[in-house]
């Protein structure tokens, strides 16, 4: 699959769990073991904001970097469609 989540490399930087992050973000946590299990098949951008503003609040309690979208959700071309051409 080309969308790959990495959110549980996130969360390991900052040193929380998803518990934790859905926790502070009043969402629920069984949307995070979704997203990261494969078994969500969409995630809306009021969200993915969620999370993002939530794990940027815990970051910058702890002097930590901006976490961006790409920390939460990278996309990587399958080989499939650079054949294509």
């Known amino acids: ?3 790959k ?3 549980s490399e996130t969360l390991k930087e900052l ?3 998803k518990n934790k ?3 502070e973000g009043k969402f629920r946590v069984a949307t995070l073991h979704e997203l990261e299990n494969g078994k969500a098949k969409s995630v809306t951008f009021e969200m993915l904001q ?3 503003d ?3 609040r815990i ?3 702890k002097g930590k970097r901006l976490i961006t979208v790409n920390d ?3 996309y990587e071309l399958n080989d499939n469609e650079t054949k294509k051409e």
């Open 50 to 52: 969620k999370i993002l």
């Open 5 to 7: 989540i990495k959110l």
């Open 1 to 3: 699959m080309p969308i």
């Open 54 to 56: 939530t794990a940027n």
């Open 21 to 23: 992050l859905a926790t």
């Open 72 to 74: 939460i959700i990278d």
């Open 15 to 17: 040193n929380i769990t």
């Open 59 to 61: 970051s910058i309690a």
